[in-house]
């Protein structure tokens, strides 16, 4: 991973900046978590096809990162830059 330093005389462009970044982060996380998954049901249950499961794994979890999203939407609204 890189570190990456945002800087602008406008704070709202750094936030902005901020979090296209840590979702940038987060998708490359979910995806790596994914991969990991599916390879691990593929050495566990080699003579199976466990693409559901890995489906349903991979929609669970996205389901609860929106959530999480949602909530902080929510926690945040009242604060102006």
């Known amino acids: ?5 945002n800087s602008d005389h406008d704070a709202r462009k750094v ?3 901020f979090v296209r970044d ?3 982060v987060l ?3 979910k995806d790596d978590v994914n991969a990991q998954v599916k390879e691990h049901l593929a050495e566990k ?3 199976q096809d466990m693409n559901m499961v ?4 991979e929609i669970k979890m996205a389901r ?12 945040s609204r009242g604060v102006r830059i």
């Open 1 to 5: 991973m890189k570190d990456v330093l």
């Open 15 to 17: 936030l902005q900046a």
């Open 22 to 24: 840590q979702r940038q």
């Open 27 to 29: 998708r490359v996380w």
């Open 45 to 47: 249950y080699p003579q």
């Open 54 to 57: 890995a489906e349903s794994f």
């Open 64 to 75: 609860s990162i929106s959530e999480t999203h949602v909530n902080t939407q929510s926690q």
